[in-house]
């Protein structure tokens, strides 16, 4: 029997697929982009059939990467971009709208309304989050009041909500299977993440009927199998899922208390084990589920910045100045220091600890003297700082601050960024052989829902640390670089008028 892994890894600008050795190994992989859509400012959507035809694209690239034929594949691990929400058609699967992606704004006034009615509070402490069009639960209301037809029809039970997950899981399986995991659902503001359901009131506040919901899962479990999909035969088991930040803390094996990862991907975010222990956060963090594995549930907290690689992806698409995302380090690196220039890279509004919507990005600082080089390293500066900001916030609320950190997802290849990391957090940071860990760690939970692994000391025994970064900066230098910030990120969070 083969012992083969295949990892799913839906993100916000492309699909990936990960073969994996049951040594952990990445044996091939395939990677697909796709578009973004922007119908109005503040606005980001997918289209899931663009979504879907990107990942059997990548799917049969991975495979025949690996050399692996679809039947020698044991199981199917899914990760995903997470808070992305749409609707589908129960009969035919046919997407009503496209999916609303998390970055998307639109819903801020359905969130302020649902604070001014004061509801802040019970939201918070029954899903652990705040109220932000960030998260699901608005999203869903959004497109049952603007698609014709929409809210009689999921009333009616002939509409399905899904995030990413559930989606990938409806099309694997030929439409038989309408499921979610738990890391997802407590996302979407409308899971208690103590008692493991989803509310009743919650969902009448943002007026989402039940009838749309999927079934909650654990994250390491047999969802379903495989049929109708081309390269892989049918029967194949869908046996591991989590969202993507979540499914990184697994795959960086940060099974104890304390542990904690960053992934920087189009946003940058900070997680850390708080075991079994949902801490509520007082100083702006996130209380998520971090897993379930049987009857046992891991929390977490977390930070979350929205902008992250997408903020050099801007340098390059909308400014210009770099052809690649990969050249912007070779530019940063062309001048010592940025010279006072400063990047606030709010470019969909602040996450935490701010949570500020309607902030935007700034650069402060410029002067005649001030290059695209110097742009290139405040923008690298500015997702550090921002990493800076969530790790001092953790701190608070654990009490005591980071040891370590663990580094995954594309950026977390810059040098430069990585090392100036280290310098702001003054701690050492571990970037693993495989940064795409996010990938791994949906495998990892695929691999134990089917005997590949038998328990999470094993998984532990093949994480691999290819480089570690060592603090270098004195703490003279570090305050000026954290006091430029604060006085940049003060200016975009003020209130003018």
């Known amino acids: 029997m083969s012992r083969f892994l295949l990892a799913l890894d839906q993100g916000t600008t492309g699909s990936t697929v990960v073969v994996l050795s049951e040594q952990g190994k990445v044996l091939g992989r395939g990677a697909q982009e796709f578009p973004q859509h922007f119908p109005q400012p503040g606005w980001v959507e997918h289209d899931l059939e663009e979504i879907w035809a990107s ?23 899914i990760t995903n971009q997470r808070e992305t929400t749409a609707l589908w058609e129960r009969g035919t699967g046919t997407p009503i709208h496209r999916a609303i992606v998390w970055q998307d704004r639109r819903t801020a006034p359905a969130c302020a309304a649902l604070r001014e009615a004061g509801h802040l509070e019970l939201f918070r402490s029954r899903t652990g989050l705040v109220l932000d069009p960030y998260f ?10 603007n698609v014709d037809g929409a809210r009689k029809r ?5 509409l399905a909500f899904g995030t990413i997950d559930t989606f990938l899981l409806w099309r694997l399986t030929d439409g038989a299977v309408h499921r979610t995991d738990v890391t997802n659902a407590s ?10 359901a989803w509310d009743d009131e919650l969902l009448g506040h943002l007026s989402v009927p039940s009838a749309l919901l999927p079934e909650v899962c654990g994250c390491s479990e047999v969802y379903g199998e495989t049929r109708g999909i081309d390269g892989l035969p049918d029967g194949i088991p869908i046996a591991g899922i989590a969202g993507d930040q979540q499914a990184a803390l697994f795959g960086q094996t940060c099974f104890a208390v304390g542990d904690a990862k960053c992934t920087y991907g189009t946003g940058a975010f900070l997680l850390q084990n708080t ?7 007082e100083h702006g963090l996130l209380t998520t589920v971090a897993w379930r594995i049987g009857d046992e549930t891991t929390y977490a907290l977390e930070g979350s910045s929205f902008v992250a690689g997408s903020a050099v992806q801007w340098l390059r698409d909308q400014l210009g100045i770099i052809k690649a995302a990969p050249e912007v380090e070779a530019l940063a690196a062309q001048v010592e220091s940025s010279e006072g220039v400063v990047f606030v890279p709010a470019l969909t509004g602040l996450g935490a600890p701010y949570w500020d919507a309607d902030a935007r990005g700034m650069i402060t600082g410029l002067t005649r003297g001030s290059s695209a080089a110097h742009i290139a390293r405040a923008t690298l500066e500015g997702i550090a700082f921002q990493i800076a900001d969530l790790s001092d916030a953790m701190a608070r609320d654990a009490g005591s601050p980071l040891r370590r950190l663990r580094v995954d997802g594309g ?3 810059n040098h430069l960024l990585m090392q100036f990391q280290a310098d702001l957090l003054d701690v050492p940071i571990d970037r693993p052989t495989c940064v795409e860990t996010t990938a791994l760690g949906a495998a990892y939970l695929a691999g134990l829902a089917v005997g590949v692994f038998t328990d999470l000391a094993q998984i532990a025994q093949v994480h691999q640390i290819e480089k570690d970064f060592t603090p270098a900066m004195d703490a003279a230098a570090r305050d000026r670089h954290l006091a430029r910030w604060r006085d940049a990120v003060g200016r975009v969070t003020a209130k003018i008028g």
């Open 55 to 77: 990942m059997m694209a990548a799917l049969a690239a991975a495979l025949t990467d690996a050399g692996v034929a679809g039947k020698d594949c044991a199981a199917i691990g």
């Open 136 to 145: 699901s639960g608005t999203k869903v209301g959004w497109l049952l009041d």
């Open 154 to 158: 999921a009333e009616a039970g002939e």
């Open 187 to 196: 996302r979407t503001l409308m899971y208690d993440i103590r008692t493991g």
């Open 275 to 281: 075991g079994s222990e949902a801490r509520v956060s």
């Open 411 to 413: 950026a977390s290849l």
